[in-house]
């Protein structure tokens, strides 16, 4: 049996390496978790609504449910970002361990991922950037404060996390990812 697993899911792009989850990935691995990564492979569902990706959304499930049926792990931290927060919260496999979340630029502007992270109400982290434009300030203090989510809100950031025009505002708000990770991954420890 592994102590804490970490599961990837990143965004629309399907890279898994791009920073605002590579930092939280790897300070969850410098905690001692393993981490995995979730491939979508093509095709990929084109629409955001949860109707027009349900078999996609499947595929990924599946995927998710390999990668934990092979660790057995007491602990899973899931680190979705944009689509992967999309498959995250619509994912309805129930599992037998403690579960977290990092909710990189979470689309809550969209009613199902709202309902699928308030219904899941894990610990959770959640990440946005203020200049991102499918950031929704509202829902994001509405999920947070419901469910008592540690947030970060990078100002000036876009859906990717970068500060335009301004590369040390970038690195300072990517410190910023680690560091509230590092603090997330230590407070779960605590629990265990």
Not at 95 to 112: I, K, N, Q, S
Not at 127 to 149: F, K, M, N, W
Not at 159 to 175: K, P, Q, S, Y
């Amino acid at each position: 049996m592994l102590a804490h697993l970490v599961v990837v899911l990143p965004g629309g792009n399907n890279d898994p390496w791009t920073a605002p989850v590579l930092l939280p990935a790897l300070a969850l691995e410098q905690m001692g978790a393993r981490v995995e990564r979730v491939s979508y492979g093509e095709p990929r569902a084109q629409g955001l609504g949860l109707d027009e990706s349900r078999e996609f959304n499947a595929r990924v499930t599946e995927q998710v449910s390999d990668i934990i049926n092979q660790h057995h792990p007491a602990q899973v931290t899931f680190v979705a970002k944009s689509r992967g927060a999309l498959f995250l919260a619509a994912m309805d496999k129930v599992l037998d361990c403690r579960v977290e979340a990092v909710w990189v630029t979470p689309l809550f502007g969209l009613d199902y991922v709202r309902a699928g992270v308030l219904d899941k109400a894990w610990p959770s982290l959640v990440v946005a950037g203020s200049a991102d434009p499918y950031h929704d300030a509202t829902a994001h203090v509405e999920v947070c404060s419901t469910i008592r989510a540690q947030d970060l809100v990078i100002e000036d950031a876009d859906h990717g996390l970068v500060i335009e025009g301004n590369v040390l505002a970038t690195v300072d708000g990517f410190r910023r990812l680690a560091e509230v990770t590092l603090a997330f991954a230590a407070q779960g420890q605590e629990v265990r």
